[in-house]
């Protein structure tokens, strides 16, 4: 199947810190891209919509200055999380898929686990 | 809004034998596709099976199955021959009509599965 590759697998940095993390589709394109949050235990609760060309779609509640996202081409978003606290402490995962439709199967990267101290 | 329940946050079950995860989902659309996502301790999400809404036969997987109850918006999984490997988080999840937001995905809050030898 296809490959979706995220990266770090893992970050601490401190409070106050940006955090960049990469999203990559290694074997086709994705001109939409998504981005989860998951806390321990709980579920994936979607964030963002990313959209190449164009501006994201953020889920309410999820304050688009805080997490910045970015699908500058076909084959990459990212997200960074600006000036980070420990609350933004978690779980990040993103998806993306050849195409639309249930035929092409929503691929997952590997996630980052974010720790803010 | 489409919503995800699954009402069981955890179950075991021993090695050899089957297990039935619950889901019920609400929706208002009528064409629509509903996936079983297994996420292990590596926290790599995984499709296990894929159904979809207009299709009556339930969709089988080698020891993975469902029973696909649309009427009452049901959707539950069944692994047989419970192995070691199974353990994990399982999601329900649905996902709109192709078209409309990619491939975008609502999940259940996860039911976790223990195998015991």
């Known amino acids: 199947g296809a490959v979706v590759s995220q990266h770090p697998s893992w970050v601490i940095c401190k409070s106050g810190t940006s955090v960049k993390i990469e999203c990559r589709s290694l074997?086709?394109?994705?001109?939409?891209m998504f981005w989860y949050r998951q806390f321990p235990k709980q579920s994936l609760m979607l964030m963002a919509t990313?959209?190449?060309?164009?501006?994201?779609?953020?889920e309410q509640g999820v304050e688009k200055d805080k997490f910045l996202i970015n699908h500058a081409s076909l084959t990459l978003s990212t997200l960074t999380v600006t000036s980070a606290h420990p609350e933004d402490s978690s779980f990040y995962i993103c998806?993306?898929?050849?195409?639309?439709?249930?035929?092409?199967?929503?691929?997952f990267g590997q996630g980052t686990r974010l720790t803010v101290v | 809004a489409q919503t995800v329940t699954q009402s069981q946050p955890e179950m075991s079950v021993q090695e050899a034998e089957t297990v039935t995860l619950s889901c019920t989902y609400d929706?208002?659309?009528?064409?629509?596709?509903l996936f079983w996502y297994k996420q292990p301790p590596s926290r790599q999400m995984i499709l296990v099976i894929r159904?979809?809404?207009?299709?009556?036969q339930n969709a089988t997987e080698n020891r993975f199955s469902v029973n696909f109850q649309k009427a009452a918006k049901s959707f539950s999984l069944k692994i047989s021959d419970s192995q070691l490997g199974d353990t994990a988080m399982y999601f329900c999840?649905?996902?709109?009509?192709?078209?409309?937001?990619?491939?975008?995905?609502?999940f259940g809050g996860g039911t976790r599965l223990m195998v015991k030898p």
């Open positions: 998806s993306a898929s050849p195409g639309t439709g249930v035929n092409t199967e929503a691929f």
């Open positions: 074997d086709f394109q994705a001109t939409t």
């Open positions: 990313s959209n190449e060309g164009s501006k994201a779609t953020y």
């Open positions: 929706t208002s659309e009528s064409n629509y596709y």
């Open positions: 159904q979809e809404a207009y299709k009556q």
């Open positions: 999840a649905f996902m709109k009509p192709p078209g409309g937001a990619g491939n975008m995905l609502t």
